[in-house]
């Protein structure tokens, strides 16, 4: 049996929203994900078409060219493509992306770059991981130099969600090598034609595989001293800080999502597939796993609906929405594991949503800042 829940947050105009999604999933992107796949990317078309639907910023004020909805718009397009693991088009980074320029950006930049990237004209990407600073953020070495009316900015960037088709990056720098949290500001590079700007090979991972992540490049990429994000230095390090229950939330929300779409994978698999002369879903084990999954994937549902209204409502703080993301991806994890055991072999091929939704999941432990950073950021404040 399918679960049916009720979605305390739904209402009608919303499950409009989710069948335009679901239609834009069907005609646009589950026809072109196998070869998004291969090429490690899905394309700017994609992200036009997506604008053009209204589904890109959908909660961004309609006067600075977005939707004009709140996050609940933004969950139902995470999740319809989290259940079926469509992982290319990382609309969450973009969003996040659009919040910080929204949260923090003067109003000129706001005008400036909002309209293109709800319009799917400008991919949005945020550069804060190097080589040698992912979790401890504060030891970026990207520099970004001041010279009278412009910047300078030199370094490298790596895993880079939307790297390499992003028209927009958020460069995270130090403005003050002499200082740590202080030191840190936020860059907007637009990338077209820029010198000294570049894009390195889309990275090549176990699973998204249609998503493009990469390494980026900057060697004396000058932009006028009006990028600096909100206009002021040094308060890079806050804007990061203040936006992380949006970001770890939407983490948990495509965690849950996942989970369902790979119950409702399994029951399906598991009632057609036979073996010693019945379908597989007729054994104990089969039965009782099925059993153990379904109570999991509703306590899930309720404990991340209940996030999304708490988000919603302003009332989610950074310790809430890192338990969040801890909870539901070590879950999504579980589950997804369990369910691929019970499709046996077919399980591990790639050509089954099952075997993608494994290695999907497995970096939902580790982006969004690591489960283990999560337990650091709930301890501290106990
Ligand atoms: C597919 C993908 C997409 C990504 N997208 C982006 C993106 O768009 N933008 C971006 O800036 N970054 C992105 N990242 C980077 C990601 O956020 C980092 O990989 C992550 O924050 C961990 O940093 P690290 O890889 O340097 O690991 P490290 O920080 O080196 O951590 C290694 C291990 O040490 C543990 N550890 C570290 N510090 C502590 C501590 N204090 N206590 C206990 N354990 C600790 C970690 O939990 C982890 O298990 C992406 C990564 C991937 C793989």
Known sequence: MAIHFHRSWMNEELAMVRETVIRFIE???????????KRGHVGHALWRKAGELGLLCSDIPE????????????????????????????????????????????????????????RGELVGAIAMTEPGAGSDLQGVRTRAERH??????????????????AGLVLVVAKTDPAQKAKGMSILIVETENRPGYQVGKVLDKIGLKAQDTSELFFDNVKVDADCLLGGEEGRGFYQLMGDLPYERTIIGVTAAAAME????????????????GQPIAQFQNTKFKLAEIAANVTAARAYVDRCIEDLVAGRLDTVGASMCKM???????????????????????????????????RIQRIYGGTNEIMKEVISRAM
């Not at 009278?148 to 088709?165: E, M, Q, R, V």
Request: aromatic letters at 14%.
């Open 27 to 37: 005609n646009e992107m589950l026809p072109d994900d196998e070869a998004a796949r």
């Open 148 to 165: 009278g009316d412009h910047y300078l900015i030199n370094g490298s960037k790596t895993f880079i969600s939307n790297g390499y088709l």
């Open 327 to 361: 909870w539901a991806s070590d879950l999504q994890n579980k589950v997804v594991d369990e369910c691929l055991q019970l499709f046996g072999g077919y399980g591990y091929m790639n050509e089954y949503l099952i075997g993608r939704m494994y290695v999907d999941a």
């Open 63 to 118: 006067e600075y060219g977005g939707g004009g909805g709140d996050f609940r718009h933004e969950a139902v397009f995470y999740e319809e493509m989290a259940r079926r693991s469509l992982t290319g088009m990382n609309a969450s980074v973009h969003s996040i992306v659009a919040h910080y320029l929204l949260n923090h950006g003067t109003e000129e930049q706001k005008r400036q770059y909002l309209p293109r990237m709800a």
């Open 261 to 276: 779409g790979a119950y409702e994978a399994t029951l399906q698999y598991t009632r057609e597939r036979e073996a010693f």
